[in-house]
DNA sequence: GCCGTTTTCGGCCCGACTGTTTTCAGTCG
């Protein structure tokens, strides 16, 4: 079991508990465990067996006792019972706003609501509001809400998308059938939402392709085939999100690869280009208009030169231009993972994270890092724990002291500093002054009409000590939208004040998006990269930051973070 | 549920907001 699997059987029992009305902090005590269990670096199981998950911090007997028996038998006694007891889908109902376990229990027990559907019809024929604690608003909300929430089912956020994909190619990699399974699609291009999982596999023998179908088809996240024809399979899978797999031969591979990776609008740029160079392009094979001859290829790089292009890599796919600048030569040197030097932003276990600074800051060098910041929440964030100026001005200390110990690494003092309801930040100039990043972000008042909140960051924007930021729009993807702000006008600030933009590389998050980040690149605004981490494996989430860069056609220069140290300690103090 | 060497029991957790109320329960970040 992986431990993913393992924290999502947490994180459900504690949903099933509240539901209950089982005391608050046993149900926390199973969501922490199953945090801490998605920050682990190692297997779950490894730990188990050697003993060591009892040293791991919010994890004790009776939780190491549930993953016992979820590594012998796949599930544990009380998430079975459970779930015998509640029917599952109450906690559809649950996840909509304003709904947390006591209301969903009141409309199960009063309404007999089990599931979303009931629920809209329930209150489309006005009976949620008779129901005590509720009314005619409450009401109109949760049509409302059900609404939004239809339309949205059939996308996954890229964070979680990309995991079953590596699952559902990974299971397919494993068949002594398939010579290769890649993931493609919208996944392969880095789309922030994945309106499909598209994996591409390579048969060892053309008459293996239905074999492989059947194969996969069984896999257990897939629940419904949709259709199905020779060499393709479309399949619902548990996620809502459909999966499709497309079965070719070794030398139809280059050209599927690309054709499967879409996007469909890039690829109808490039068949009229095609067109126009003497080819045709189409399902899998590039054929001369001339000779009528399919063209062998090697790789996609040998498809688009054929067509007189530079090589687009996937990010760039999205009929954006992109087309014209390979015709020309003209294609940005995007930014790459590897040229990310440090993080500048993450939190530590002063406040909200898991990991001390000095886990933090030598697992960023071991990610090949030369720094880090280290920027624990303010005050007003009280459930994060955020630090009082005191604190805040003790930690300052103990990271100038492990700088002294640090060779070939420095971590950056700083804070993530709240923009409180009316603009002002959650610590005084003098405290932020002695900060060498500050972070500025809105963890309040999200409901706040687009002037003012637009106005709240600007002010922020303006104030001397603020250099970055932080997750500008607020969003959570595919559950949160982003608070109402006019973002044009806070890049416009940004780049008069000449401040730093985050991209929040969280999968949850990935704010700002593409859109923003090519807006702020083309009005002279630089970004930071940063992860937002709360914990060591999460500070591997840089690569998805990176992904919105390149999609944005960021280059090397417009990141702050790949700045050496010294530059950097030049735009932060200069 | 977890945690702890001044505790093996009694803490852990906090305030704002909303929609419903006449004084507050439930939700949320």
Redesign the pocket.
Known sequence: MRNAEIAWSFYQIADLLDFKGE????T???RR?ARTIIGLQRPVAELYASGELKN?????????AKIGEMLVSGECQ?HRKLKQEIPASLLDL?A?????????KLLYERLGVTTLAELEQAARVKKV?DL????????Q?IIQDIGRLKKKTHRLPLGVARELAAELSEYLGQLAAVQKATVTGDIRRWAELAHSVDILAVARNREDAEDIIEAFIIHPVLVEVLWREHGRVRAASRWGVPVELVVVNEDQYWLALLWTTGSKYHLRRLQLLAWQRGWRLDLFRLISRHSGQAAIVDSEEAIYRLLGLQYVVPELRENNGEISAASGGTLPRLVELPDIRGDLHVHTNWSDGMSSIEEMALRAREMGYTYIAVTDHSPNL??ARGLSPEKLLEQFEKIRVLNRQLEDFYIFTGVEVDIL?EGKLDHMDDVLAQADVVVASI?????QDRDTITKRIIAAIKNEHVDIIGHPTGRLLGH?EPYDVDVEEIIEFAARYNKVLEINASPDRLDLNDFYVQLARESGVRVAINTDAHDLRRMDEMVYGVSVARRAWLEQQHVVNTLPLSDLLNVLHG
Request: charged share 25%; proline share 6%.
């Open positions: 005391e608050f902090f046993k926390r005590a199973y465990a791991v911090s919010g994890i004790g007997k009776n939780i190491i009380l649950m909509l706003p304003g709904i947390g376990p006591k209301r969903a509001r005590p604690g509720m009314g005619t608003k409450t009401e909300g009280k459930i309801a963890h309040s008042g999200f409901k949160r």
